[in-house]
């Protein structure tokens, strides 16, 4: 089992920063694909970022030159910076996590509680 504990949530203008964390603990042995995703009120979860065990880096196009995902497998953490932020960012952000079996493929997907992040006009 995987415990995801996220922080970095909160309320800020437009046009500021947030680092979004999200440590993972428990029983695995690493992790290959990290990602954030985000659920506005009254829409589907979408997708934010994600980064592999390579370091390969996707962004939603909403984000891009915006955010920056980033991890540190020796802290099992997948982080999110998040600039310029607007409005439109508002929702609750959920980290999401793939373990890695000892043959390198994947294995169980699990899911943070979700960070409430607001921004403010």
């Known amino acids: 089992q995987v415990q995801l504990v996220e922080s970095g949530g909160g309320l800020v203008q437009a046009g500021g920063s947030l680092r979004l964390s999200c440590a993972a603990s428990g029983s695995f042995s690493g992790f290959n694909d990290m990602a954030w995703y985000r659920q506005a009120p009254g829409k589907q979860r979408e997708l934010v970022a994600t980064?592999?065990?390579?370091?390969?880096?996707n962004y939603a196009d909403s984000v891009k030159g915006r955010f920056t995902i980033s991890r540190d497998n020796t802290k099992f953490t997948v982080y999110l910076q998040m600039n310029s932020l607007k409005p439109e960012d508002t929702a609750v952000y959920y980290c999401?996590?793939?373990?890695?079996?000892?043959?390198?493929?994947?294995?169980?997907?699990?899911w943070g509680q979700g960070t409430q992040v607001t921004v403010s006009s």
């Open positions: 999401n996590v793939v373990t890695r079996r000892w043959n390198g493929r994947d294995g169980d997907n699990y």
């Open positions: 980064i592999t065990s390579g370091n390969s880096r």
